[in-house]
């Protein structure tokens, strides 16, 4: 899919661990920053650093938002397809583990 022109600034994203299992990248957000479309290649936990309130574009041109507590993990599954913005009016950060290889 070919990422249409930003019109927002980009989210931060600094990548912590990257190994053959997991690769965990911390995202910082400005009030109104975005992440750019993407799709997600592998299964996915968040556990978000701050609260705060993301507006999750979908294809289709649906959207839909989601309030992060600070400390309260959720998991998608791979292919998940979207664009994430800080829908807030503060700093929004959240720390992303992507599962590359169950060990075990």
């Given amino acids: 899919m070919r990422e249409p022109l930003r019109c927002r600034p980009p989210a931060v994203a600094t990548v912590q661990i990257d190994d053959a299992n997991v690769r965990v990248t911390r995202w910082d957000f400005e009030p109104g920053a975005e992440t750019g479309w993407h799709r997600h290649g592998m299964a996915y936990v968040v ?41 807030g009016t503060a700093p929004l950060s959240f720390v992303e583990t992507e599962i590359k290889h169950l060990i075990g």
């Fill in 47 to 87: 556990v978000p650093v701050t609260d705060g309130s993301l507006l999750v574009e979908l294809p289709g041109g649906e959207s839909m938002t989601a309030e992060l507590k600070a400390g309260v993990a959720y998991a998608r599954a791979a292919g998940v397809e979207h664009n994430v913005v800080n829908g």
